[in-house]
């Protein structure tokens, strides 16, 4: 088995390419599995690695939320993304970021690209997601005038550049798909929170490939226990609310195990009920169905 040194010196500058010009690679890392184990070991003294091994212990850690041990690590990333993808990474303010300048620098040359068969409707149901693709026809005329409406900005961005505008005015119509740099450097257990929104199947397509690369071609190599006990307990798991669990303690003593949906919304809370759409029982129906707690419908 290699070392976390040989790991990290592995996967250091090895960029991990994403979109059609963006890319994810580590920097740096700092700590590992047993710096975690370490960390928890010392609020019990000598001793302590007889008790458990360090597997056990991190398990124990990521299911009872004791989150301090794992900022004990830490990983350095340089990402380069577009900006729109960048103000949703940005909203996770425990990290500390330097991002590339175009105040003191000009803008990249570089803006993501929508393949004609890669764009999504708008989705009824969901009003920060999407539902299904275009046809390819219409999907073509999308691209085309996207390619038109890029070039169009940066021919006006370069223009005033050449007439002497400062650079922090002449960036203002630049697209949100302009690309942008930065280094992000973040400790385990922030990184583990940004991973568990990122890569859940909720988040946007374009952040979570971002999210599932760090995760699982650098994260999961740097600190396999750490993350073989992330997968477990919090991004491959489900929460019960007291009403999912009232609900579904209902529905076995009615005998209404496998579940309809209308056996969820009959059975569910009484602030569910007579409601045209609820979320909450939508998320709950949803929870019985990974569950294996439902009818086919």
């Known amino acids: 088995m290699s070392s976390n040194h040989e790991v990290l010196e592995q996967l250091r500058w090895q960029k ?6 963006g890319f994810v690679c580590l920097v740096d890392a ?6 975690i184990v ?40 340089l990402v380069r993304a577009p900006m729109d993808l960048w103000r949703q990474w940005i909203r ?15 803008a990249i040359d570089s803006a993501q690209t929508t393949a004609p068969e890669a764009w999504r409707r708008q989705a009824t149901s969901n009003r920060q997601g999407s539902d299904g693709f275009f046809e390819p026809e219409v999907g073509h005329a999308l691209s085309d005038a996207e390619a038109q409406f890029h070039a169009a900005a940066r021919r006006l961005y370069e223009e005033r ?29 922030n990184l583990f929170h940004f991973l568990a929104l990122r890569m859940e199947s909720h988040a946007q397509q374009e952040i979570r490939k971002y999210a599932t690369v760090i995760g699982e071609q650098i994260v999961k190599p740097l600190f396999p226990l750490a993350y073989d006990a992330f ?43 007579g409601l045209a759409r609820c979320r909450e029982r939508d998320e709950a129906y949803e929870k019985l169905c990974a569950l294996g707690l439902t009818q086919p419908e």
């Open 92 to 106: 996770h303010r425990t990290a500390s970021v330097n991002e590339y300048s175009t105040r003191y620098s000009v």
């Open 16 to 21: 991990f390419k994403l979109l059609n010009d």
């Open 30 to 35: 700092m700590g590992s599995d047993d710096a």
């Open 231 to 273: 997968s477990d307990y919090v991004l491959n798991a489900q929460t019960l609310t007291r009403l999912d669990q009232e609900l579904i303690q209902r529905l076995a003593a009615a005998g209404k195990l496998p579940a309809s949906r209308a056996d969820v919304e009959n059975y569910g809370d009484p602030s569910w009920q």
């Open 161 to 189: 550049i050449a007439q002497g505008v400062a650079r922090e005015q002449a960036r203002k119509d630049l697209p949100l798909a302009t690309y942008t740099q930065a280094y992000w450097k973040c400790d385990l257990h």
């Open 38 to 77: 370490q960390a928890a070991r010392v609020s019990y003294g000598a001793g302590t690695k007889s008790v458990s091994d360090d597997r056990t212990l991190i398990r124990y850690l990521m299911r009872h939320r004791h989150t301090t041990p794992f900022e004990m690590a830490e990983v350095k990333l």
